[in-house]
């Protein structure tokens, strides 16, 4: 069994992509667009060229997203994704990327736990925790 997240940007998913391509090394293992849907009544009105479906894979896990009902809404409330790095200067680096246009929650700082952990929501509005999991020489 695997757990894999599913995110709706609500029209922005190309954006997205376009992004965590830049910001985690993602590469695109699927992209659909409504368009290509054999059913046109499963498409939104004017979501023609709009995300059906998308899988990212970063780092060896997978990624989904889709612009879903296309309302250019999209909400992440309650949720972080997590990504752990094995040192601090990459936690840095994914945090440094994953922050801009963001909102830094709490800075990457070293902590009881981890020479480096912080907390962010990405331009999208999702959350992320970065977290250095390897014990620093």
Request: hydrophobic share 40%; with cysteine.
């Amino acid at each position: 069994m695997r757990i894999e997240p599913y995110l709706m940007f609500g029209g922005r998913s190309e954006e997205a992509i376009k992004f965590y391509k830049e910001a985690l090394g993602a590469e695109v293992a699927m992209l659909m667009y409504f368009r290509d849907c054999p059913e046109p009544e499963c498409i939104p009105p004017g979501a023609g060229d709009k995300v059906m479906h998308a899988t990212l894979n970063i780092a060896g896990y997978t990624l989904m997203l889709s612009d879903g009902d296309c309302s250019g809404e999209s909400s992440f409330s309650g949720i972080s994704l997590s990504i752990s790095t094995q040192t601090l200067e990459a936690a840095e680096a994914v945090f440094g990327a994953l922050s801009e246009n963001g909102e830094v929650q709490m800075p990457l700082a070293k902590t009881f736990w981890s020479e480096g952990f912080g907390m962010l929501k990405d331009r999208f509005g999702v959350s992320w925790m970065v977290n250095v999991t390897e014990p620093q020489g």
